[in-house]
């Protein structure tokens, strides 16, 4: 009788320690496609920055953010881009980091809401939604938007990050 009870407090356990692995196990396979994510993304950055005619503009922090920096690379096509932000506050609730195009009349383009990660970092594939090309806007902003106001058509509130583009 003991060894029939010691031998079912082991397979409990052994039981207890297969669903913690399994667990852990599918942790690692999540984390895993997230840095494999991460690295295709990077990999694209990389890419386009060594492509011919890529052009490159400078994102400086605005008031509310003045340590914040980044920059925005967009491909001699117009067709595509990258941000890259930096130095940026993660943001609670429900808001978001909202990127803009902006044309020389003041016309805004939405290109896309992201969050950034703990060290304040983050990438973001912007496409241009309307004509299908960038190479008429003349300026990228990021501003902070809220659940009412992240699919309006201009920014509610002032940019965090700014730059012209040439």
């Given at each position: 009788?003991?060894?029939?009870?010691?031998?079912?407090?082991?397979?409990?356990?052994?039981l207890?320690?297969?669903?913690?692995?399994?667990?852990?196990?599918?942790?690692?396979?999540?984390?895993?496609?997230?840095?494999?994510?991460?690295?295709?993304?990077?990999?694209?950055?990389?890419?386009?920055?060594?492509?011919?005619?890529?052009?490159?503009?400078?994102?400086?922090?605005?008031?509310?953010?003045?340590?914040?920096?980044?920059?925005?690379?967009?491909?001699?096509?117009?067709?595509?881009?990258?941000?890259?932000?930096?130095?940026?506050?993660?943001?609670?609730?429900?808001?978001?980091?909202?990127?803009?195009l902006?044309?020389?009349?003041?016309?805004?383009?939405?290109?896309?809401?992201?969050?950034?990660?703990?060290?304040?970092?983050?990438?973001?594939?912007?496409?241009?939604?309307?004509?299908?090309?960038?190479?008429?806007?003349?300026?990228?902003?990021?501003?902070?938007?809220?659940?009412?106001?992240?699919?309006?058509?201009?920014?509610?509130?002032d940019?965090?990050?700014?730059?012209?583009?040439?």
């Open positions: 009788m003991a060894a029939a009870a010691v031998a079912l407090v082991l397979v409990g356990g052994i207890a320690l297969q669903l913690v692995l399994m667990s852990t196990l599918g942790d690692l396979r999540s984390e895993n496609d997230a840095m494999a994510e991460s690295l295709q993304l990077q990999r694209a950055v990389v890419y386009m920055a060594a492509a011919p005619g890529t052009s490159v503009a400078t994102l400086k922090g605005q008031a509310t953010k003045p340590d914040a920096y980044g920059m925005f690379m967009r491909s001699a096509t117009g067709r595509n881009g990258y941000l890259m932000a930096a130095n940026m506050t993660p943001l609670s609730g429900d808001q978001v980091y909202k990127a803009w902006i044309d020389s009349s003041g016309t805004t383009e939405g290109t896309g809401t992201f969050d950034v990660d703990p060290t304040g970092w983050a990438v973001l594939q912007v496409r241009p939604k309307s004509d299908g090309d960038m190479l008429h806007y003349s300026a990228f902003a990021v501003s902070v938007e809220g659940p009412s106001t992240v699919n309006a058509t201009k920014p509610s509130t940019p965090v990050l700014l730059g012209a583009l040439q």
